[in-house]
């Protein structure tokens, strides 16, 4: 088995008004356990299990094996498996960022991670469908748990479990019966589940939509809150809600969602109304916010059994939420919110170190750890966002040996200068992993590449991009590729082509790294930027605002973010309603169609795309020998991430400007005389332009920032 392994579960959202005990939401907070299994001959710990935890509710959750949900369920596994205790000595370290007990389905992600636990530390080998069966012996709906196991928006039913399959006492009821009961040992054999218990399907969920948490801070146990609810409904109460539910799931995949269909389809009428008499406020809270009275808003419901509410919303997150804490808070009851987002990948399970194969087993591709058949899976999955690329001269196909370009189709009569920039993402990667977002850091990829091309003044026309892991996952390696898709239709490119490599071995698992090339051209006869002959004392530096990070100086954002104690899930200091993670995935900004814009009036003569080394080291990149940059660090804004990435750090200024873009993406350098026009172009085409300085004759230094003390 695996010396060291990282399993990490979503939490859920359950319910989603009329979806009672059917429909399930994973969202993007994972509890993680890091299990390690050090051979020993004796352990201190009962069940040969240490356990420790850091995150919420640490002061009740139980440290002992027999007790805590996600090891027992662990137990009930291997007990199942004839295996009585873990192996000696295993530790399970546990981080949760899921609060108990408020309807974000803390219980199902414990459930799920135990029976995960038993998998690796038995070698069980066990099927995700056959974990869902284990899971369902557990916590009878399977909403929860199927989002949980599988990730993104699931339906999801339960074939009917007998008596005799649920009623022995080593099967750890979590939330049939109060705690600690189940999970006994009788020293007999538990009973196994039943094959397929559980089926699901995965629905379509549109990316525009997020999630609003709001968690009061009390807990509601699932138990309780299925202890209010009647045994049967009205014939008009069950018809009330199907209608809803079958329009609600389609409505939720709709691009754009349809505001006035879903808040109608999130009504409930079977589980909501009997729980308002374990949450204050309960029915006025879900009725104080409409589309109408909040732009913006999807719908409204109570998150699983609650206390949570959930509103589906695509923009005002902070006017919505900070409204619905108020409303809690005239109830007298605190909330904390959060704003996130769908997990498509549910549980991963990430193993530092893997078996010996057992002898008699023969060899294949596939066994060593590399899947032609998931690399076929791919090719199919990306078609879609390939062919969403194609551009006159380049017509988006998959598949063959090489990515084709017709330089005459794509407006070239003459040949022209073809200019080659190749690039990677850096460590972000680390950031998509850790939120397990997949899709935006492919835009980061090609913005690294035409942003590099555009400043020589040359129109990106192809793209091909490299992916390399350990184990290929088709669900985030597509999601990738949607991202690179996403980011060649904003610069106009074609991706032509890409490679996948799975490298059992070379990567950890989960992560993986990529690369990718742009080609572009200038016409014949066009001038090629920079224009270094054209520069003299007095021209304008116009600056372009970035996106925040972008793409360089991750390796020391991740530093100071572990300095601070800060995960990646946690509120972004800088800003409210996004997490760290999220809002430093932000993808870097592609300015190839403002720029080439302007430069095809001839309004620029040198063009700096600002990575890695900042302001100060990019700059002079495109410069004269005779001639400095002079910049004033009080003509532009510094985004607040920038702001608190220094203060947090202890940055000097000089290495603040060396290393990260300080707000400017770009920086531009054109004739007094044109800066206005110049300026009006690029406003045109949506970019904030700042005027930062001016070009000056060189003494010693190259770029110089004036007044970085406002930067404090
Ligand atoms: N990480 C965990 N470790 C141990 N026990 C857990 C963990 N997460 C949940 N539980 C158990 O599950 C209970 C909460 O489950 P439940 O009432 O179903 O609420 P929820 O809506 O959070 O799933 C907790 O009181 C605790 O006993
Ligand atoms: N369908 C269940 C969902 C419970 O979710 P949880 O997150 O509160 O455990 C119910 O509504 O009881």
């Given amino acids: 088995m695996a010396a060291t392994t990282t399993i990490r579960v979503p939490c859920s959202s359950a319910n989603l008004g009329p979806g009672f005990d059917v429909i399930g939401l994973a969202l993007n907070l994972y509890l993680e356990v890091q299990l390690t299994v050090t051979k020993q001959e004796s352990s201190s710990h009962s069940l040969n299990c240490r356990i420790t935890y850091e995150g919420v509710n640490a002061d009740s959750v139980p440290l002992v094996a027999e007790d805590n949900l996600i090891t027992r369920t662990a137990v009930y596994v291997l007990r199942c498996h004839g295996i009585r205790a873990f192996p000696t000595e295993t530790h ?23 029976v995960n636990i038993a998998n690796e530390v038995g070698n069980l080998q066990l099927s995700k469908a056959r974990m869902l069966d284990y899971c369902l012996m557990e916590e009878r709906h399977p909403d929860n748990v199927a989002a949980a196991l599988y990730g993104g928006f699931v339906g999801t039913y339960l074939n009917e479990l007998s008596p005799e399959d649920t009623e022995r006492l080593e099967i750890p009821l979590s939330e049939v019966l109060p705690e600690p009961a189940g999970g006994v040992d009788t020293g007999l054999r538990p009973p196994e589940p039943p094959k397929d218990i559980g089926h699901y399907t995965k629905y379509r969920w549109s990316p525009e ?176 966002f390939t062919a969403s690329t194609k551009r006159p001269g380049a017509d988006g196909k998959i598949g063959g040996f090489g990515g084709l370009l017709d330089l005459k189709a794509a407006g070239f009569d003459e040949p022209p200068i073809l200019v080659g920039a190749i690039d990677g993402i850096g460590t972000k990667v680390k950031i998509a992993f850790e939120m397990n977002k997949h899709d935006t850091v492919g835009i980061d990829l090609v913005a690294m590449n035409v942003n590099d091309l555009v400043v020589q ?132 900004r592609i300015y ?24 100060l080291e990019n700059i002079p990149r495109m410069l004269p020998d005779h001639l400095a940059a002079e910049l004033d660090a009080k003509t532009w804004p510094v985004p607040e991430v920038f702001q608190w990435l220094k203060r947090a750090g202890q940055l000097e200024d000089s290495e603040f400007a060396r290393t990260f873009n300080t707000g400017l993406g770009m920086v531009l350098v054109v004739k007094e005389e044109d800066a206005r026009t110049a300026t009006e172009i690029l406003q045109e085409h949506g970019e904030q332009v700042h005027r930062v300085g001016t070009l000056v004759s060189k003494k010693t230094e190259e770029c110089t920032v004036r007044n970085m003390d406002v930067w404090k």
């Fill in 92 to 114: 399970v370290h546990v981080k949760n960022p899921i609060p108990l007990g408020r309807g974000l389905g803390s219980s199902a992600a414990a459930i799920v991670a135990g």
């Fill in 592 to 615: 190839v169609k403002p720029l080439l814009a302007a430069t095809r009036k001839g309004l620029i003569k040198g063009m700096s795309h600002i990575t890695g080394g900042g302001l």
């Fill in 209 to 384: 939509i997020k999630c609003i948490c709001i968690i009061p801070q009390f807990e509601v146990s699932t138990a309780k809150a299925r202890a209010v609810l009647p045994e049967s409904y009205t014939r008009k109460d069950i018809i009330f809600n199907m209608q809803r539910l079958a329009v609600l799931t389609t409505a939720l995949g709709a691009s754009p969602p349809d505001p006035g269909q879903i808040y109608t389809a999130m009504q409930d009428k079977i589980h909501q109304p009997y729980r308002r008499g374990l949450i204050p406020g309960l029915t006025e809270i879900l009725q104080s916010v409409t589309p109408q009275s909040h732009p913006g808003l999807l719908g409204i419901c109570l998150s699983g059994a609650g206390p949570t509410i959930l509103a589906l919303a695509t923009a005002n997150f902070d006017s919505i939420a900070s409204h619905l804490v108020t409303e809690f808070k005239n109830e007298n009851i605190e909330c904390d919110w959060k704003l996130l987002e769908l997990a498509d990948e549910g549980t991963t399970v990430r193993r530092s170190a893997v078996s010996s194969l057992p002898v008699e087993e023969s060899l294949t591709y596939a066994s060593s750890g590399v899947s032609i058949d998931a690399g076929n899976d791919l090719v199919k999955a990306i078609k879609q």
């Fill in 457 to 588: 003044g040359a129109e990106p026309l192809i793209f091909l991009d490299y992916y390399a892991c350990s184990k290929l996952s088709v669900q985030s390696a597509a999601k990738f590729v949607e991202g690179v898709a996403n980011g060649c239709r904003l610069s106009g490119a074609a991706l032509v082509g890409g490679e996948t490599a799975e490298m059992p071995g070379i990567y950890k698992d989960g992560e993986y790294d990529a690369g990718g090339c742009a080609v572009g051209a200038i016409k014949r006869g066009v001038t090629i930027l920079p224009d270094t002959a054209a520069m003299a004392e007095g021209d304008v530096l116009l600056g372009l605002s970035s996106n925040g990070v972008h793409s360089n100086g991750f390796s020391l954002v991740r530093k100071i973010i572990e300095k601070k104690g800060l995960s990646f899930h946690d509120t972004a200091p800088w800003s409210t309603g996004e997490t760290v993670g999220a809002s430093l995935l932000t993808p870097t």
